[in-house]
């Protein structure tokens, strides 16, 4: 009978660790699998040996949860609770908080960490050899425990152990372009995960572990709704559902925002207008900030477009970016709550380069903004293109705190069927030197607030997610959103090293797996700007959805919206004339970047056409002339996928079949609409250029007029 019952409980837990397994990416980087190193869980179920977490709070309970899951399926359960000190035990909790870890002397390495810091070291307490893991405030021992587990799920060695981390910048979001009927715009991994229609009574388990995981990559703060914003999300009923949503994320230390609709007071609160400036519009706004901090004490406050794309904005009224952002800025202030006001503004009636116009506009603006606002500026002064350089106001504004705003979503990247590492490009834009303060002035500097010594700072990811059972559509873009989290948290880590502990994470901690994904990964982004826009090309997507390549766009109700605005293609060349020629849009970088982006001899050849309209027979440095160098970059991109096809075939057998699948057929996808992007825009430039294709490129097949005639009426947009 006993040897029965043994038998059925092996199989059980065979049939479950089988079912994880096929899981679908759903535990996304949490997996905490048993390690399946043999000495490695050794040597590991030595050293730990328990564990304790001292105090109840909410976030604590969460630490609890977490540690205890973790230990439980990384070690097999070998590390029990404990409420005694022993030898091989893992204590965490708050330093002032626990009279115990006051023996291990930590208090000078908590000094500077803030609230959300923590420290992670193998002491001795007592006689008892212990690992402490500590902080200042209970969000830091909840970080500290997600960090204590990645050590574990990417076998680093716990001896010796002396760590000490805390977040560079203050806010890091993800932003949802979610919208209330449950579509997301720019979102290619299904619907919306929020269940308005649900809320407040129905929390999906599925709210729980998405907060996890922005937890373990420290991510404190979600806008959860669509920037191009509905005003019922302010009414009653929907704040009911926003505060149910706040419950659930409060013991993983995430705040919730909303995007609201500039003329909120119009569309529900009955008024003629929503002028700033106007007694009752501001009165509006306070009420409705009082009413949301009843609800939600710890709300983070609003994200806003405004004057963008049709959205409405104080200029409808006369006013200024600053009078709109300030008078919501009042509003929220006397409850801690910040105003993220986007500088993503342009107008087509503004005969000027797109590119110059958010800095025209908010330039002017520094100084004039309340304490808390944060103005919010993509990466790039067009629009999350595959490859921008950085945007000019970052440096400009002294005086303003600024966000930077990148997407996570791949909406100009390939969607979810492209394998594109975005650790790179988030990387490229945070170490570019801007020259602000003279060298050394970096993005990553302006926004983590040190270099104009600002209190508040902020970043935000427009986010990937929603109800696919891998949250991302692409298991890789997964990626995407730990590589966002984790660079918010430290922007000094690299691109590699995340991408590194993401693929321990998730696929293998065999070297054979980690060492050619890594390296794939880390070639994705640089291979898709070349099969998409190489040389500074930009914006030359299909029309509405962005799918697919379209540079023959043109003759639409806006010009800033067409192709050929941007490529400015014709007999003579190629390339947008930004420098004092053309649009001088160099004038808004500092001397020294402008020299460079001006100069043809230092313009790098990644810029080149977003600077310079240059002749068809211009002289790359490569020797070749700018037509055939064009050619080579979209077959060396189209080519490059190929490649990334053998490199993950090789893998079969080394991960799970499931996720070894899926790729696969994602990569089939990739390589068709890399050679697709390839073919359409060599054949559209070729149209101009007049000049053969280099002998030794396949000629397409299809004809130009095939690929402009492709329609896709119901790609997601
Ligand atoms: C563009 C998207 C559009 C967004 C806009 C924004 O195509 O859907 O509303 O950005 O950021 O790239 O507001």
Same mark, same amino acid.
């Given at each position: 009978?006993?040897?029965?019952?043994?038998?059925?409980i092996?199989?059980?837990? *065979?049939?479950?660790?089988h079912?994880l397994?096929?899981?679908?990416?759903?535990? *996304?980087?949490?997996?905490?699998?048993?390690?399946?190193?043999?000495?490695?869980?050794?040597?590991?179920?030595?050293?730990? %040996?328990?564990?304790?977490?001292?105090g109840?709070?909410?976030? *604590?309970?969460?630490?609890?949860?977490?540690?205890?899951?973790?230990?439980?399926?990384?070690?097999?359960s070998?590390?029990? &609770?404990?409420?005694?000190?022993?030898?091989?035990?893992?204590i965490?909790?708050?330093?002032?908080?626990?009279?115990l870890?006051?023996?291990a002397?930590l208090?000078?390495?908590?000094?500077?960490?803030?609230?959300?810091?923590?420290?992670?070291?193998n +002491?001795?307490? +007592?006689?008892?050899?212990?690992?402490?893991?500590?902080?200042? /405030?209970?969000?830091?021992?909840l970080?500290g425990?997600?960090?204590f587990?990645?050590?574990l799920?990417?076998?680093?060695? *716990?001896?010796?152990?002396d760590l000490?981390s805390?977040?560079?910048?203050?806010?890091?979001?993800?932003?949802?372009?979610?919208?209330l009927?449950?579509?997301?715009?720019?979102?290619?991994?299904?619907?919306?995960?929020w269940?308005?229609?649900?809320?407040?009574?129905?929390? !999906?388990?599925?709210? !729980?572990?998405?907060?996890?995981a922005?937890?373990?990559i420290?991510i404190?703060?979600?806008v959860?709704n669509?920037?191009?914003a509905?005003?019922?999300?302010l009414?009653?009923?929907?704040?009911?559902?926003?505060? $149910?949503? $706040?419950?659930?994320?409060?013991p993983?230390?995430?705040?919730?925002?909303?995007s609201?609709?500039?003329?909120?007071?119009?569309?529900?609160?009955?008024?003629?207008?929503?002028?700033?400036?106007?007694?009752?519009?501001?009165?509006?706004?306070?009420?409705?900030?009082?009413?949301?901090?009843?609800?939600?004490?710890?709300?983070?406050?609003f994200l806003?477009?405004?004057?963008?794309?049709?959205q409405?904005?104080?200029?409808?009224?006369?006013?200024?970016?600053?009078?709109?952002?300030?008078?919501?800025?009042?509003?929220?202030?006397?409850?801690g709550?910040?105003v993220?006001?986007r500088?993503f503004?342009?107008?087509?009636?503004?005969?000027?380069?797109? /590119?110059?116009?958010?800095?025209?506009?908010f330039?002017?603006?520094?100084?004039?903004?309340?304490?808390?606002?944060?103005?919010?500026?993509?990466?790039?002064?067009?629009?999350?293109?595959p490859?921008?350089?950085f945007?000019?106001? &970052?440096? /400009?504004?002294?005086k303003?705190?600024?966000?930077?705003?990148?997407?996570?979503?791949?909406?100009?990247l390939g969607?979810?069927?492209?394998?594109?590492?975005?650790?790179t490009?988030?990387?490229?834009?945070l170490d570019?030197?801007?020259?602000?303060?003279?060298?050394?002035?970096t993005?990553?500097?302006i926004?983590?607030?040190?270099?104009?010594?600002?209190?508040?700072?902020?970043?935000a990811?427009?986010?990937?997610?929603?109800?696919?059972?891998?949250?991302?559509?692409?298991?890789?873009?997964?990626?995407?959103w730990?590589?966002?989290?984790?660079?918010?948290?430290?922007?000094?880590?690299t691109?590699?090293a995340?991408a590194?502990?993401?693929?321990?994470? +998730?696929?293998?901690?065999?070297?054979?797996?980690i060492?050619?994904v890594?390296?794939?990964?880390?070639?994705?982004?640089?291979n898709?700007?070349n099969?998409?826009?190489?040389?500074?090309l930009h914006?030359?997507?299909?029309?509405?959805?962005?799918?697919?390549?379209?540079?023959?766009?043109?003759?639409k109700?806006?010009?800033?919206?067409t192709?050929?605005?941007?490529h400015?293609?014709?007999?003579?060349?190629v390339?947008?004339?930004?420098?004092? %020629?053309?649009s001088?849009a160099?004038?808004?970088?500092?001397?020294?970047?402008?020299?460079?982006?001006?100069a043809l001899?230092?313009?790098?050849?990644?810029?080149l056409?977003?600077?310079?309209?240059?002749?068809?027979?211009?002289?790359?440095?490569?020797?070749k002339t700018l037509?055939e160098?064009?050619?080579?970059?979209?077959?060396?991109?189209?080519?490059?996928?190929?490649?990334?096809?053998?490199?993950?075939?090789?893998?079969?057998?080394?991960?799970?079949?499931?996720?070894f699948r899926?790729?696969?057929?994602?990569?089939?996808?990739q390589?068709?609409?890399?050679v697709?992007?390839?073919?359409?825009?060599?054949?559209?430039?070729?149209?101009?250029?007049?000049?053969?294709?280099?002998?030794?490129?396949?000629?397409?097949?299809k004809?130009?007029?095939?690929?402009?005639?492709?329609?896709?009426?119901?790609a997601?947009?």
């Amino acid at each position: 009978m006993k040897t029965l019952i043994l038998a059925f409980i092996f199989l059980f837990v *065979l049939s479950t660790a089988h079912a994880l397994r096929a899981e679908g990416g759903y535990r *996304l980087w949490l997996k905490y699998d048993l390690i399946s190193n043999p000495q490695k869980l050794q040597s590991y179920q030595q050293a730990i %040996r328990g564990w304790m977490i001292i105090g109840d709070c909410p976030i *604590l309970t969460a630490a609890k949860k977490e540690l205890q899951t973790g230990l439980e399926g990384l070690l097999g359960s070998t590390a029990p &609770f404990s409420d005694e000190l022993k030898n091989g035990l893992v204590i965490a909790g708050t330093y002032k908080d626990a009279p115990l870890l006051a023996k291990a002397n930590l208090g000078d390495k908590l000094k500077n960490l803030g609230p959300e810091g923590f420290v992670i070291v193998n +002491t001795t307490i +007592t006689d008892k050899k212990v690992i402490v893991i500590t902080a200042n /405030a209970d969000a830091g021992v909840l970080y500290g425990v997600f960090h204590f587990l990645r050590l574990l799920q990417t076998q680093q060695n *716990l001896e010796p152990l002396d760590l000490v981390s805390f977040p560079k910048i203050r806010l890091r979001l993800l932003n949802h372009w979610d919208n209330l009927d449950r579509t997301v715009e720019r979102g290619y991994a299904g619907f919306s995960l929020w269940d308005w229609h649900k809320l407040p009574d129905y929390i !999906h388990s599925y709210y !729980h572990d998405y907060a996890r995981a922005n937890a373990s990559i420290g991510i404190n703060g979600t806008v959860l709704n669509n920037v191009n914003a509905n005003a019922l999300i302010l009414t009653p009923l929907y704040l009911e559902k926003v505060a $149910a949503l $706040a419950e659930v994320f409060r013991p993983y230390n995430i705040k919730v925002y909303l995007s609201i609709r500039f003329s909120a007071p119009i569309d529900i609160g009955g008024l003629k207008v929503s002028d700033p400036l106007d007694k009752q519009v501001r009165q509006w706004w306070k009420a409705k900030a009082g009413e949301i901090y009843a609800l939600i004490p710890d709300f983070g406050g609003f994200l806003v477009k405004a004057n963008s794309e049709g959205q409405p904005g104080p200029q409808n009224y006369g006013r200024t970016h600053a009078d709109g952002a300030n008078m919501l800025a009042d509003a929220l202030q006397p409850f801690g709550g910040v105003v993220m006001w986007r500088a993503f503004v342009y107008d087509d009636n503004i005969k000027e380069d797109r /590119a110059k116009q958010a800095y025209n506009e908010f330039k002017p603006l520094d100084g004039a903004f309340g304490e808390n606002v944060l103005v919010q500026v993509k990466n790039g002064p067009i629009d999350f293109q595959p490859r921008e350089p950085f945007h000019p106001l &970052f440096g /400009a504004t002294p005086k303003t705190s600024l966000m930077v705003e990148f997407q996570i979503t791949q909406e100009y990247l390939g969607f979810s069927t492209h394998l594109v590492y975005l650790g790179t490009l988030f990387k490229e834009v945070l170490d570019a030197d801007t020259y602000a303060r003279g060298a050394g002035s970096t993005v990553a500097k302006i926004v983590d607030g040190s270099l104009d010594k600002h209190t508040i700072s902020g970043i935000a990811g427009v986010a990937n997610t929603g109800t696919d059972r891998n949250w991302t559509g692409h298991l890789f873009a997964q990626a995407n959103w730990y590589a966002f989290g984790r660079l918010a948290w430290d922007h000094q880590l690299t691109a590699e090293a995340i991408a590194e502990e993401w693929i321990r994470m +998730t696929l293998s901690n065999d070297p054979t797996v980690i060492q050619p994904v890594k390296k794939m990964m880390m070639a994705s982004r640089e291979n898709t700007v070349n099969y998409m826009s190489p040389l500074g090309l930009h914006h030359i997507m299909g029309w509405g959805h962005h799918y697919g390549p379209a540079p023959w766009i043109k003759d639409k109700h806006r010009d800033d919206w067409t192709s050929v605005y941007y490529h400015k293609a014709d007999s003579s060349g190629v390339g947008f004339d930004r420098t004092a %020629r053309g649009s001088n849009a160099v004038s808004q970088y500092c001397p020294p970047v402008a020299k460079k982006f001006t100069a043809l001899e230092t313009c790098p050849d990644e810029y080149l056409l977003w600077f310079h309209h240059l002749s068809w027979d211009y002289k790359m440095r490569s020797g070749k002339t700018l037509w055939e160098e064009l050619c080579h970059r979209y077959y060396a991109g189209a080519a490059a996928v190929q490649e990334m096809q053998n490199t993950w075939n090789a893998l079969q057998g080394k991960i799970d079949e499931d996720s070894f699948r899926h790729v696969q057929a994602m990569l089939k996808i990739q390589e068709k609409e890399a050679v697709w992007w390839r073919n359409a825009c060599v054949l559209y430039f070729q149209s101009f250029s007049r000049r053969p294709m280099p002998a030794e490129l396949e000629k397409p097949q299809k004809s130009l007029q095939y690929y402009q005639e492709l329609s896709f009426p119901f790609a997601p947009k």
